[in-house]
């Protein structure tokens, strides 16, 4: 099992950057396919990026693609989600999540393990 606790969100312009984070306890995080996913206000929680286990594979949702980039680091049991040229759609609850798939998933129901969520508002 593993838990998960993410960081980096807050209030940002449109068009700037936010680097949010998500660390791992445990020492099996290097099994887990990590996502992204978010949820903007009444809307249900929708893909954003998904990388594998070795973090040599990434998936983007066609709204981010371009301009937010997934990376991992095993050794320090940390996710990342570099988000670039932010819009105000962007808007919502950023969740990372851990899956045991084999190779990475778009799919919300693969993954086990989620996060507590941050809050990303982007101002037009």
């Known amino acids: 099992q593993v838990q998960l606790v993410e960081s980096g969100g807050g209030l940002v312009q449109a068009g700037g950057s936010l680097r949010l984070s998500c660390v791992a306890s445990?020492?099996?995080?290097?099994?887990?396919?990590m996502g992204w996913f978010r949820q903007a206000p009444v809307k249900e929680r929708e893909f954003v990026a998904t990388?594998?286990?070795?973090?040599?594979?990434?998936l983007y949702a066609d709204s981010v693609k371009g301009r937010f980039t997934i990376s991992r680091d095993n050794a320090k049991n940390t996710v990342s989600l570099q988000m670039n040229s932010l819009k105000p759609e962007d808007t919502a609850i950023y969740y990372c999540?851990?899956?045991?798939?084999?190779?990475?998933?778009?799919?919300?129901?693969?993954?086990?393990?989620w996060g507590q969520g941050t809050q990303v508002t982007v101002s037009s």
């Open positions: 445990g020492r099996t995080f290097s099994m887990y396919v």
């Open positions: 999540a851990g899956s045991l798939r084999a190779t990475g998933t778009y799919r919300k129901g693969d993954y086990a393990y």
């Open positions: 990388i594998n286990r070795s973090g040599s594979s990434t």
